[in-house]
């Protein structure tokens, strides 16, 4: 008996070997093929990598914000809040270059950058909320990444005297704005032809909608002022390599784009002040105080302050905006405030003519811009049902105290 168990015993022993012999004949067999084919893979993965990187902000999960009825996403709440801002500091600075006379671009915008400085400095030392987004301010972090920073920066100013440039030179208000919408298709090219991104059907819609228009409003005024188109031109070129720079900063070198905001304005303001003494606008500037005006000048630093505060708002929010989404749905969402602008300059402003043609681009805009809003609202946006329950039901209990009061006022 004993011997017919140990018989048993060792003949499952030798086919476990046998088992495990032929297991590691195939492991070596599969490991040959997987070596062959793994340069193959290899180049397939490194060309997939920028679109998985693409697609981190969309499978990272949203954070919302309770506003009882519903739940908006951080995201969309700093995009409406650039569109308000951008809205409100194209009329200030309007009134700063036309009623005040006060055209000095790198000036202006030294001024902006001081204010922005100064108020990070104090959030980074003061504001618990603040240290946490952008993990502390430090010279050793900034020297970390010198060059991006720098680099940014660069693209930072040539994008902001273009734009300021552009809007003194084109004094048509529309026209201004309808080169402004020319970004968006040209940041979809770069997209989707030049770096391969999946765009939707609406997006596409939408950008296609936004530049016939823009086409159709401005057809009529392509041929004023070449040089003012020019600098639009360029400075939708520098707003585009700006527009990359920030959308990706996060997932290459792990520092929020809230941080690279903070440096910015550090880096900016020596720089435009050397650039104030060089080019001579620091002695124009004086003699501007100096000379008599018919305006008062409290009014004048009234505005310069609301200008900028706007701006650090406006800056911040889209820096948000931007990392929280992609660089063509923030402008494409933010496009719908030169829907606004336009119908401000023509009602208020009674800058230009309407015709067949400007109103056609004017309808074709407004409908993309109805377009990219309800989808993003749609994407972006959470019912409250236990509050949609309650107010439900407190349109019954009204309904009812009505018609019980109607009945009694009718006996």
Same mark, same amino acid.
């Given at each position: 008996?004993?011997?017919?168990?140990?018989?048993?015993?060792?003949?499952?022993?030798?086919?476990?070997?046998?088992?495990?012999?032929?297991?590691?004949?195939?492991?070596?067999?599969?490991?040959?093929?997987?070596?062959?084919?793994?340069?193959?893979?290899?180049?397939?993965?490194?060309?997939?990598?920028? #679109?998985?990187?693409?697609? %981190?902000?969309?499978?990272?999960? &949203? /954070?919302?914000?309770?506003?009882? =009825?519903?739940? !908006?996403? $951080?995201?969309?709440?700093?995009?409406?809040?650039?569109?308000?801002?951008?809205?409100?500091?194209?009329?200030?600075?309007?009134?700063?270059?036309?009623?005040?006379?006060?055209?000095?671009?790198?000036?202006?915008?030294?001024?902006?950058?001081?204010?922005?400085?100064?108020?990070?400095?104090?959030?980074?030392?003061?504001?618990?909320?603040?240290?946490?987004?952008?993990?502390?301010?430090?010279?050793?972090?900034?020297?970390?990444?010198?060059?991006?920073?720098?680099?940014?920066?660069?693209?930072?100013?040539?994008?902001?005297?273009?734009?300021?440039?552009?809007?003194?030179?084109?004094?048509?208000?529309?026209?201004?704005?309808?080169?402004?919408?020319?970004? #968006?298709?040209?940041?979809? %090219?770069?997209?989707?032809?030049? &770096? /391969?991104?999946?765009?939707?059907? =609406?997006?596409? !819609?939408? $950008?296609?909608?936004?530049?016939?228009?823009?086409?159709?409003?401005?057809?009529?005024?392509?041929?004023?002022?070449?040089?003012?188109?020019?600098?639009?031109?360029?400075?939708?070129?520098?707003?585009?390599?700006?527009?990359?720079?920030?959308?990706?900063?996060?997932?290459?070198?792990?520092?929020?784009?809230?941080?690279?905001?903070?440096?910015?304005?550090?880096?900016?303001?020596?720089?435009?002040?050397?650039?104030?003494?060089?080019?001579?606008?620091?002695?124009?500037?004086?003699?501007?105080?100096?000379?008599?005006?018919?305006?008062?000048?409290?009014?004048?630093?009234?505005?310069?302050?609301?200008?900028?505060?706007?701006?650090?708002?406006?800056?911040?929010?889209?820096?948000?905006?931007?990392?929280?989404?992609?660089?063509?749905?923030?402008?494409?969402?933010?496009?719908?405030?030169?829907? $606004?602008?336009?119908?401000?300059?023509?009602?208020?402003?009674?800058?230009?003519?309407?015709?067949?043609?400007?109103?056609?681009?004017?309808?074709?805009?407004?409908?993309?811009?109805?377009?990219?809003?309800?989808?993003?609202?749609?994407?972006?946006?959470?019912?409250?049902?236990?509050?949609?329950?309650?107010?439900?039901?407190?349109?019954?209990?009204?309904?009812?105290?009505?018609?019980?009061?109607?009945?009694?006022?009718?006996?």
């Amino acid at each position: 008996m004993e011997n017919y168990f140990f018989v048993l015993f060792s003949k499952i022993i030798n086919k476990y070997l046998l088992f495990q012999i032929n297991l590691k004949k195939m492991s070596n067999e599969s490991r040959n093929l997987n070596s062959q084919s793994f340069s193959e893979l290899e180049c397939t993965s490194s060309k997939n990598i920028s #679109t998985e990187l693409q697609t %981190i902000k969309v499978q990272e999960k &949203k /954070k919302y914000v309770n506003f009882y =009825i519903c739940q !908006l996403s $951080v995201g969309i709440i700093f995009t409406y809040i650039f569109i308000i801002c951008s809205i409100t500091i194209n009329i200030v600075n309007r009134v700063i270059f036309w009623k005040f006379k006060f055209k000095f671009n790198f000036t202006l915008i030294l001024l902006q950058q001081l204010f922005c400085m100064i108020f990070f400095s104090l959030c980074s030392r003061y504001s618990k909320i603040f240290i946490a987004q952008t993990g502390g301010i430090s010279f050793s972090d900034f020297w970390k990444l010198k060059f991006q920073y720098i680099g940014y920066c660069i693209f930072f100013i040539l994008k902001t005297v273009t734009s300021l440039i552009g809007y003194q030179l084109v004094t048509n208000i529309p026209m201004y704005v309808n080169l402004r919408k020319f970004l #968006t298709a040209m940041t979809f %090219i770069y997209q989707f032809f030049f &770096k /391969k991104k999946k765009i939707s059907n =609406i997006n596409i !819609l939408v $950008v296609i909608l936004l530049t016939l228009g823009a086409f159709l409003t401005g057809i009529d005024d392509y041929s004023t002022d070449y040089k003012g188109y020019a600098a639009v031109f360029l400075k939708n070129m520098f707003n585009l390599v700006n527009l990359e720079i920030s959308e990706n900063f996060k997932q290459k070198n792990g520092v929020t784009n809230l941080k690279l905001l903070v440096y910015n304005s550090f880096l900016s303001t020596p720089l435009l002040l050397l650039t104030i003494f060089i080019n001579g606008e620091f002695i124009k500037v004086v003699n501007y105080f100096q000379e008599e005006h018919d305006f008062n000048y409290k009014n004048l630093i009234f505005f310069l302050f609301a200008s900028c505060s706007i701006v650090m708002i406006t800056n911040s929010s889209f820096f948000i905006s931007n990392e929280k989404n992609t660089s063509l749905f923030t402008q494409l969402i933010s496009d719908s405030k030169y829907i $606004v602008i336009t119908f401000i300059s023509y009602f208020v402003l009674k800058s230009f003519t309407l015709t067949w043609k400007n109103i056609t681009g004017i309808i074709l805009s407004t409908i993309a811009a109805i377009i990219i809003t309800i989808n993003s609202l749609y994407n972006n946006i959470k019912i409250n049902k236990n509050c949609s329950k309650e107010t439900f039901k407190n349109i019954k209990i009204i309904n009812n105290e009505v018609s019980k009061e109607n009945v009694n006022n009718s006996l």
